[in-house]
Nanobody
Framework: QVHLEQSGGGLVQAGGSLRLSCEAF????????TAWFRQPPGKERDFVGV????????TYADSVKGRFTISRNYEQNTVYLQMNNLNPEDTAVYYC????????????????WGQGTQVTVSS
């Protein structure tokens, strides 16, 4: 069992940066793939990116590629989403999700979820 606690987020102007954190509590989190999703107002939740525990590789949605970076601190049991050059279209509730075996884009495949955190980008 893994419990995910998110922090970070808030209000930022277009072009600014934010970092979200996803801290895990539970055993063997180091062997969980961790993904980020986001849900804009009135829209469905979409895949943002994932970091795989097996080799540290990452995959990003085209909309964030080159601007967002996912990283991991094993000692602190935390995964980060660094978001740079934000624009108003990035406004959403952001969620982290973890799974021991799945590491792709379908949200229903992830077993554990954070509580979500709001990111608002003003123009």
């Amino acid at each position: 069992q893994v419990h995910l606690e998110q922090s970070g987020g808030g209000l930022v102007q277009a072009g600014g940066s934010l970092r979200l954190s996803c801290e895990a509590f539970g055993r063997t989190f180091s062997r969980y793939h961790t993904a980020w999703f986001r849900q804009p107002p009135g829209k469905e939740r979409d895949f943002v990116g994932v970091i795989r525990w097996t080799d540290g590789s990452t995959t990003y949605a085209d909309s964030v590629k080159g601007r967002f970076t996912i990283s991991r601190n094993y000692e602190q049991n935390t995964v980060y989403l660094q978001m740079n050059n934000l624009n108003p279209e990035d406004t959403a509730v952001y969620y982290c999700a973890a799974d021991p075996s799945y590491s792709d884009t379908y949200e229903n495949e992830y077993d554990f979820w954070g509580q979500g955190t709001q990111v608002t980008v003003s123009s």
